[in-house]
């Protein structure tokens, strides 16, 4: 078969951006790379056996203490981690690790880090496989007056899907990570030690970027070289009932620009009246003006010199798994979900995927500067600060794209405007055959009969630890439900209506138990 990628030339660029500044990007310069799927072969996951293990001693365990394991998820879920406001964060750190004290880890402590402690555990089975478990304790912010009912209450809730548990880390992640350790603690209970040993890595920062998550990794690096993979609890199905196993993630830089009032023009000590804009220089047009700068004038396409350089085109069996993708998933029910009315540039089918997971991003995550109260304050502020992100697709090298941001803002008359770095992490990937992906795929089939397998999300966590660093594969796993991550009425289904084609909390536990039998087969 010939090359399965080819690069092809989107043509000249537009101007780069909607205000004039003192140096002008050549926008006409910058080759926006466009990749393209070249091959017909489809992946299918009934390629892979079902799972056939039946462990029914666990299984009525499960169901018998269901209550109490409701009760556990409730009692992570009523203890407040935001890590972005330091909430909470050590209290989450110590629930966690005497709760592995309590189900039986032979190792359970804290692990200082230059930000939020880490926890590490370990169970010690005495088996030939070992699994690693990525657990992240920390939970986004929360606006409780935009909530159903209130955020830490961790309430059972009334939906139209059937009863959900709603709050803060619901299904992101408390709910799925507190799951898979009461399913471990009911082999335990039941058989009295695990078929893997487990090796337990937990960081309270993934919601910041994973910035010290490096350091719990040094501290155990050479025993968890020696873990057959790595799992992290996850809600993967849809309404429907399928499910979609994801094998990688995008890198990310965060990062805040901030413009001041300084020698060179602006007010430099506070704001002052607006009416001296007639003499005085603007820090939040120049910070604005900076900002549109590096895209063109309808924002998609980055106009940053050399910035798509280094993108890895997809390999063949990233290929295959995205006709796989296509042959499921349908452009209109993604957009409704998102509210979203289309996508730019009118893509879709295979140009839409292509564009999600190969495409290095740049976006605005906030921006603020002045007054926004209600009313007027005429002034002319000091100061205008933004965060932006860019997810980098495999190929980008994550400092490499912060210091070409760096230089392009240097050469276009912004070298005033400060830039700091608050997080950054490459792309990471887990190949299809590995066993451990082998084995979820084989549980997945037991409980549904359509599972989908994408080589990639868009979003980005820390899992390059685990596939670059560590040489193992990683995979987000777990049957059921749940939405509202990083927004408000977040939840996660319990217990599903009649007839529905999603695992309530009693199958979820029960694909966990599968999981760990089934990796120890392999």
Request: hydrophobic share 40%.
């Amino acid at each position: 078969m010939n090359k399965r990628w080819t690069f092809l030339l989107a043509g000249v660029l537009a101007a780069c951006g909607d205000v004039t500044v003192e140096h002008s990007v050549d926008a006409a310069a910058v080759e926006r790379p466009k990749i393209r799927i070249d091959t017909d072969e489809v992946y299918s996951a009934t390629s892979v056996g079902q799972y056939k293990g039946s462990h029914d001693d666990i299984y009525r365990h499960i169901d018998a203490n269901l209550d109490g394991h409701l009760v556990n998820i409730q009692r992570w879920l009523r203890q407040p981690s935001i890590s972005a406001q330091n909430t909470g964060i050590r209290e989450m750190a110590e629930l966690l690790r005497d709760d592995l004290l309590a189900i039986g880890f032979q190792e359970a402590e804290l692990v200082p880090t230059d930000g939020h402690p880490g926890v590490w555990g370990y169970y010690d089975a005495g088996a030939e496989k070992t699994l690693m478990l990525y657990l992240m304790y920390d939970v986004q912010p929360v606006d409780p007056e935009d909530w159903q009912s209130p955020p830490f209450a961790a309430e059972l809730v009334e939906h139209e899907l059937g009863t959900v548990l709603m709050a803060r880390g619901a299904t992101n992640q408390k709910g799925p990570q507190r799951a898979f350790l009461n399913a471990v603690q009911s082999i335990i209970d039941v058989r009295g030690e695990l078929p893997v040993n487990l090796m337990v890595a937990a960081e309270g920062e993934e919601e910041l970027g994973s910035p010290h998550y490096p350091q719990i990794i040094d501290r155990y690096e050479e025993r968890l070289k020696a873990a057959d993979g790595a799992i992290f609890p996850f809600n993967s199905q849809r309404p429907d009932g399928s499910l979609s196993l994801l094998l990688g993630v995008k890198g990310i830089i965060y990062f805040e620009l901030e413009a001041r009032g300084n020698a060179g023009g602006g007010p430099t000590r506070a704001e002052i009246h607006g009416s001296y804009k007639a003499l005085v220089d603007s820090p939040v047009l120049h910070l604005i003006q900076a900002i549109a700068s590096m895209t063109s004038k309808d924002g998609n396409t980055i106009v940053i010199p050399g910035y798509y350089d280094g993108i890895r085109p997809p390999n063949e069996e990233e290929q295959v798994l995205m006709n796989g993708v296509l042959a499921t998933s349908n452009d209109d029910d993604v957009k409704a979900s998102l509210g979203v009315d289309t996508w730019l540039d009118g893509l879709t089918g295979a140009d839409a995927i292509t564009e999600l997971l190969f495409m290095p991003t740049l976006n605005v995550d906030g921006i603020w500067a002045g007054y926004t109260g209600e009313g007027t304050k005429t002034i002319l502020p000091h100061m205008a600060t933004a965060k932006l992100d860019s997810r980098l697709p495999p190929g980008i090298d994550p400092e490499e794209a912060l210091q070409k941001i760096r230089n392009h803002l240097d050469a276009n008359g912004f070298a005033d405007i400060e830039m700091r770095r608050m997080s950054a992490y490459p792309a990471a990937q887990t190949s299809v055959n590995s066993p451990l992906v082998q084995a979820a795929i084989g549980v997945g089939n037991k409980y549904t009969e359509r599972v989908s397998v994408n080589p990639r999300i868009a979003g980005s966590a820390p899992f390059y630890q685990f596939t670059e660093r560590l040489g193992i594969p990683m995979v987000p796993f777990g049957i059921g439900y749940g939405t509202g991550a990083h927004a408000p009425n977040e939840f996660m289904l319990i217990e599903p209506k009649p007839e529905s084609p999603v695992a309530g909390l009693a199958e979820i536990e029960k694909s966990y138990v599968d999981l760990l039998y089934a990796l120890a087969e392999k």
